[in-house]
């Protein structure tokens, strides 16, 4: 997963979300060069909800549905048809 400003630059790039017991693990890099691994305990997830706010959290089922089709929509696009 990517994250870009709002001028098309990647930030960063995510590899992998994992669990450590109540701690969420990601690793990626960091403006394309610094590998970074960042830590989220169960109170920034909490932070997050309350950045995210209600409303847009009540959306996200929607949102990951909609995500889950385009990427679903560009994978048979990309394959070369047999």
Known sequence: MKMFSKDGVEMMEVKSIQ????????KGK???SMATTILIKPEDCWQAVKLI????LLR???L???GYLQSRHR???AKPAT
Do not use: N, V, Y
């Open 60 to 62: 996200m089922p929607g």
């Open 30 to 32: 960091i403006m394309g």
């Open 19 to 26: 669990r450590d017991g109540e701690t969420l693990i990601m």
């Open 75 to 77: 994978t048979k696009a």
């Open 64 to 66: 990951l549905f909609r």
């Open 53 to 56: 706010g209600w409303s847009t």
